[in-house]
């Protein structure tokens, strides 16, 4: 069974039934409330305006009942509206009186469309608002307006044209649309272009028909007034998959994300959080199942991109999901499988900060010169403990390879020794990549659990500080030169968990969250480990505010913690 948008709304999430049911409410009463507001424009009203108007007060009343009942409305606001809907068609005969009552009913017509809109949006919803009911009350009291009025048809005509097509024009460029494929693909982007072309169209019949252009133009007015209504409800469609940037899409019920989106191989990524049975394809393709990688968080599937646009299906179970993906005919960047993950965590910072940043390169690609100095003051501050030798892993990626040469010149510097096996008085170090970091600490802990090993400490590389690494022992200590504690840090690790299905930071992913912009601070070796700092029940009584629960927003070590065990080193 195949899982697309509503065909209707463009998402599954839009109730429709419930959005029909708000239009018809709104247009009903927009109508009353113009015709209303112009009644004493007229001294001697005909009858059907009056009959019309008894209606719509009626109509407008019992959809607010009804509507009560498919949305959260309050008991005060669906009052205030049945109150003034009933009030209007009996205050004709009063219209003075009347007219206040239409205008309270105009300004409400305002608040319901607008559905918290402040700012520029809500004065668009005004301007669109009362100029659609005004031209509703001229196309029920236009032809017995006296020429002598000071609101004559004809000119009101063209002026309430041109208003809708300036609100018109400005809420096009406040949706993000653009112009592309979006417009014409989406019900989102039908409903933008109607907005812009209904009033349009009006004005250009005011401007040729001026004395009925109030009548000819009503109903254009009312569906330019049923598409301005309903983008409050409509989502609007993602943004286009630029090639070269890793796309992240929504997919069913939880995010997806595809790196380097380049043709040829690609991952796409799934939290933790979407469970299992997950698998990924382009349409007409093989299909490929998501499987947890070494080191990484959630699941991931290689899929082959082809140049261009192309459909790439998420499945699960009976379900498939449809993201449109866009490779582009550029060759993206060599990416070894070992380090693709990795790079894909840190382009998904940059994409949760709002940035779409070609990808070019990745962090296994070089060392900074920030994290070689991490790792030099990690040399000499193991030289100063004086074990018998260090224990170094490393990879064959060019940032692995620095860092292995770099560590081995500051030990012979230092008087230490490296060597590859492990022993009783040394201390490891990792400085590979997640794929090689996460087995080196799971063989560690083996190690650690038979004999005495690595009794000076197991230490990781500043990019190793990711969740299913450093959980992978008991506790591992690392040089950074931020506080994973302090509020910027936190707000990225929450950013990023609310964003991806409660994934974790990772040191990559916060560079680039962060950009270009930051000064890398002094070093300091932290420990991290599963430890809770108060092992409590969280059905024991505790403080009021105290939270029970160690896996709260903001963590960089899953259910456990990380501190600073060292002060600054010099």
Not at 4 to 24: I, N, Q, Y
Not at 80 to 106: C, E, F, K, Y
Request: aromatic share 6%; glycine share 12%.
């Amino acid at each position: 069974m195949d899982h697309h948008h509503d065909p209707v709304t463009g998402s599954s999430t839009v109730d429709v039934l419930a959005l029909l049911l708000r239009l018809a409410l709104l247009l009903s009463t927009a109508f009353l409330a113009g015709g209303g507001l112009l009644r004493p424009l007229v001294t001697e009203p005909p009858k059907r305006p009056q009959l019309v108007l008894s209606v719509l007060g009626g109509v407008s009343a019992v959809l607010a009942v009804v509507s009560a009942f498919a949305a959260d409305v309050t008991v005060a606001a669906l009052a205030v509206h049945v109150v003034l809907a009933v009030a209007v068609p009996v205050l004709l005969r009063w219209p003075r009186i009347g007219r206040w009552a239409s205008v309270a009913l105009l300004v409400l017509v305002v608040l319901e469309t607008s559905l918290g809109g402040t700012g520029v949006e809500f004065a668009l919803d005004s301007v669109f608002v009362a100029a659609a009911a005004v031209w509703f009350g001229f196309a029920l009291y236009g032809p017995a307006v006296p020429e002598t009025a000071a609101l004559r048809p004809g000119p009101w005509a063209l002026t309430l044209g041109g208003l809708l097509v300036v609100a018109g024009a400005v809420r096009f460029g406040l949706s993000g649309a653009g112009f592309d494929r979006r417009l014409y693909t989406t019900v989102f982007g039908f409903v933008v272009v109607a907005v812009v072309v209904l009033p349009v169209a009006v004005s250009v019949l005011a401007a040729l028909r001026q004395g009925r252009a109030y009548r000819l133009g009503a109903a254009g007015v009312a569906a330019g007034f049923l598409a301005w209504s309903a983008l409050g409800a409509l989502p609007a469609p993602p943004p286009l998959p630029v090639p070269g940037v890793p796309l992240l899409a929504d997919g069913p019920g939880f995010p997806v994300l595809v790196s380097p989106q380049r043709p040829g191989p690609n991952l796409v990524h799934f939290p933790a959080s979407a469970g299992g049975g997950i698998s990924a394809g382009v349409r007409g393709g093989p299909v490929t199942e998501a499987v947890a990688r070494p080191g990484a968080e959630g699941t991931w599937a290689a899929v082959d991109l082809p140049p261009g646009r192309s459909d790439l299906e998420i499945r699960r179970g009976g379900t498939t999901t449809v993201v449109e993906v866009d490779a582009g005919h550029a060759p993206g960047p060599a990416i070894a499988d070992a380090d693709a993950p990795e790079c894909a965590s840190a382009a998904l910072g940059g994409l949760i900060a709002g940035r779409a940043d070609v990808l070019t390169a990745c962090p296994s690609d070089t060392l900074t010169p920030e994290d070689a100095g991490a790792l030099v003051k990690l040399v000499e501050f193991l030289a100063g403990r004086k074990p018998s030798a260090i224990t170094l892993v490393e990879d064959t990626s060019p940032r692995g390879v620095a860092a292995a040469k770099l560590v081995r010149e500051t030990a012979a510097r230092t008087g230490l020794a490296v060597r590859p096996d492990a022993g009783p008085d040394t201390a490891l170090v990792v400085v590979s990549g997640w794929a090689a970091g996460y087995p080196a600490m799971t063989r560690a802990a083996g190690l650690q659990r038979r004999e005495p090993t690595h009794q000076y400490g197991l230490y990781l590389a500043p990019w190793l500080l990711n969740g299913p690494i450093v959980n992978a022992v008991a506790s591992v200590s690392l040089p950074l030169r931020f506080d994973p504690r302090e509020a910027t840090a936190v707000g990225y690790a929450v950013a990023v968990g609310d964003r991806f299905g409660g994934e974790s930071p990772t040191p990559g992913g916060f560079r680039t969250w962060l950009g270009g912009d930051h000064a890398a601070g002094d070093v300091q070796i932290f420990a991290a480990a599963q430890v809770n700092a108060m092992p409590m029940d969280p059905t024991e009584p505790h403080a009021v505010g105290m939270v029970m629960d160690r896996d709260y927003a903001g963590q960089w070590v899953p259910d456990g913690t990380i501190v600073p065990i060292t002060s600054v080193l010099r």
